[in-house]
């Protein structure tokens, strides 16, 4: 499985998941499992998704201290997931302790940190007492990031390159905020292309209603594979 893209099961139920999931392909995309949907429907959903195929990102954004998230991402990694999320903001030993917990694992998820997160500006850091830009923040973070033990970080697109040339070799860039040209930014801020954003160096591309809300989901899903081809 190669494809970068990660398509985005934002939905309130399971039905409406499992429905999509039956429409894409594993050939084609990961799927990512958010808060609402691991909220309602639980593990059991991941394991579902899992034997039609999929590789999850369990997009839990795991943000507490350093014990209750080492114990969050074990659980995950029991679970067998792809990938799992935890929020740099929560400093180096709740990030360093995540880590450390995956290391008896033979094959444990990536573990990757939220920066900023893409629906945020300036004034909304700036709200929060922060004197930083956005893309001044993400670097800080993701420095940190990847000296606790952290196999990438959450990044908009924008911040990208300038990551990809301060961070090591392998460091993964997962990129939410992806559109096709022409469609609507909804919450988003920071928002590009697929295209654009694995030109910009992304690793990993988070897409949701572009292809969700599309009224043919496995055609606009190879439209985003072509586009990136």
């Not at 985005?8 to 139920?13: C, V």
């Not at 939410?176 to 040209?181: D, E, K, Q, T, V």
Request: with cysteine.
């Amino acid at each position: 499985m190669t494809s970068p893209v990660l398509i985005a099961l934002d939905y309130a139920s399971e039905a409406a998941a499992l429905a999509l999931a039956e429409q894409l392909s594993p050939e084609l995309c990961r799927l990512k499992v958010g808060k609402e949907l691991f909220t309602r429907s639980g593990p059991q959903l991941v394991e579902k998704l899992q034997g039609m195929g999929y590789e999850i990102f369990l997009d839990l954004k795991f943000h507490d201290i350093p014990n209750t998230v080492a114990g969050a991402v074990r659980a995950a990694a029991d679970l067998g997931v792809w990938m799992v999320n935890v929020h740099a903001s929560g400093g180096r030993r709740m990030m360093e302790a995540a880590a450390d917990v995956l290391q008896s694992y033979s094959q444990p998820p990536l573990l990757i940190a939220v920066t900023v997160l893409t629906s945020m500006s300036e004034a909304d850091l700036q709200e929060l007492g922060y004197s930083e830009s956005p893309a001044q923040r993400v670097q800080r973070l993701a420095a940190l990031a990847d000296d606790s033990g952290m196999d990438g970080v959450v990044c908009s697109a924008l911040e990208a390159p300038q990551l990809r040339a301060e961070r090591r070799e392998g460091f993964c860039l997962v990129t939410p905020g992806i559109r096709l040209a022409g469609d609507s930014a909804g919450d988003q801020r920071r928002v590009v292309t697929p295209a654009e954003a694995l030109a910009k160096g992304s690793d990993y591309l988070v897409i949701g209603r572009s292809v969700t809300a599309a009224a043919e989901p496995l055609k606009a899903l190879k439209q985003v594979q072509a586009e990136i081809a």
